[in-house]
């Protein structure tokens, strides 16, 4: 098989592209990514050494780019990873994210249609559920969680499920969609979480927490995800959703005094800054529907796979301070020096 993986620069994206390399000897993986600030030539230097694997720096909402390159390949998939991925940043500047999370989507799907697909898939977010209140345990995102978006970001990404949902219901376009939670893991990107405080306190600087510090996520091992996908695309019914997420939820407090534990460093380093705009307080995923249906389970328990992750940044410093030392830090200026 012939698959198109684009965003496979990017922290997801790349690991599934190793990911498929390694489990499907047969296939050959087509990354198409146009490399933004979050895309990472490096992360795929052993992928280019692999006959199986092809790289083209093409912008998904580049039609005539995008036709081209199905003309030549003949794709019988597509799983769509690329996409601005920040919050923070959809909040200072949303534009982007709507061409490339919408208008982006809406072009591969019509390159789907016109030189024909086996299966479509869209990378979606648990954000698109919005959020649940902290004092209800008991609330879970089930597929039939009604959308209700909070940032510019999940708003983008929601308008794209509706799109593809659109394509499969109008065109008879062979989608699926998943929607995960929140991934660690190697390649991710030092504007999210784990690997800014990972990267700060090796440095020992500051560690901004937004608020309380009480806010939720449900964390998921990225290899778990992207084995939830490799699943979804072969064996999962075409125009059903399938929720990902790893039953492990905590809050950015706690993940960030773990960090400090884990690399002997001092809690004073922690410093409550401004909240997020429109923050969510607690996302959490019932991944009942693919574990009855596909037999998925988070394979990685958290206290395993934060060690991976640490242990990751710890023996791949080069990968994130050429990062950080970069473009990076006019950002990192803009969203906290006066926060
Ligand atoms: P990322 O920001 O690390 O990587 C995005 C990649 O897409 C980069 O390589 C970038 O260069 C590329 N890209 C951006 N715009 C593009 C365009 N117009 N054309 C071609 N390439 C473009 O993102 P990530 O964290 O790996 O997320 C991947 C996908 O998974 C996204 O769709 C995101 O919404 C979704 N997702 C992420 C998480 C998470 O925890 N990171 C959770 C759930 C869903
Ligand atoms: O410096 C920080 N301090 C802080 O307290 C940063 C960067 C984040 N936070 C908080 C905000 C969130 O409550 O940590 C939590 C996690 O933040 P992010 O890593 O920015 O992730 P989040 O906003 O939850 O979104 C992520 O998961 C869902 C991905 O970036 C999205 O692409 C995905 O859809």
Redesign the pocket.
């Known amino acids: 098989m012939n698959i198109i993986v684009?965003?496979?620069?990017?922290?997801?994206?790349s690991n599934f592209v190793y990911y498929m390399l390694d489990r499907h000897p047969e296939d050959r993986i087509l990354c198409?990514?146009?490399?933004?600030y979050?895309?990472?030539m490096s992360t795929l230097a052993r992928a280019m050494e692999n006959p199986r694997f092809t790289f083209y720096k093409?912008?998904?909402?580049d039609r005539a780019g995008i036709y081209e390159i199905f003309e030549k390949e003949h794709p019988d998939m597509v799983v769509?990873?690329?996409?601005?991925?920040?919050v923070d940043r959809s909040i200072e500047t949303p534009e982007i994210f709507l061409?490339?999370?919408i208008l982006?989507t809406q072009v591969l799907m019509d390159a789907c249609r016109k030189y024909g697909i086996e299966r479509y898939h869209q990378?979606?977010?648990?954000?698109v559920y919005g959020d649940l209140p902290l004092d209800r345990p008991d609330l879970f995102f089930t597929e039939k969680t009604p959308i209700h978006t909070s940032s510019p970001y999940s708003a983008s990404?929601a308008s794209a499920d509706l799109l593809v949902q659109a394509y499969h219901r109008t065109y008879g376009l062979p989608v699926s969609i998943s929607?995960?939670?929140?991934?660690y893991g190697p390649y991710?990107?030092p504007e999210?979480l784990i690997p800014l405080m990972i990267a700060n306190a090796l440095n020992d600087k500051p560690l901004p927490v937004y608020g309380t510090g009480e806010n939720v996520r449900d964390w998921l091992y990225v290899e778990d995800h992207c084995k939830a996908i490799d699943l979804i695309i072969h064996k999962g019914r075409v125009g059903e959703v399938y929720n990902i997420g790893g039953h492990n939820e905590m809050k950015n407090i706690d993940i960030v005094k773990l960090i400090c534990a884990k690399l002997g460093k001092s809690e004073e380093l922690i410093t409550f800054v401004g909240d997020r705009k429109g923050h969510d307080l607690r996302y959490a995923i019932d991944p009942t529907k693919i574990h009855d249906e596909l037999g998925w389970l988070p394979e990685t328990r958290f206290a395993d796979g934060i060690d991976k992750t640490i242990e990751w940044y710890l023996s791949h410093k080069s990968w994130w301070e050429t990062i950080i030392s970069g473009e990076y830090r006019n950002y990192y200026e803009r969203m906290y020096a006066n926060r």
Request: glycine content about 14%; some cysteine; hydrophobic content about 25%.
């Open positions: 684009t965003g496979g620069a990017g922290f997801i994206g198409i990514d146009c490399l933004t979050a895309g990472n093409t912008n998904i909402c769509n990873f690329a996409a601005e991925s920040h061409q490339t999370n982006g990378v979606s977010t648990d954000e990404k929607r995960c939670s929140n991934n991710h990107f999210k």
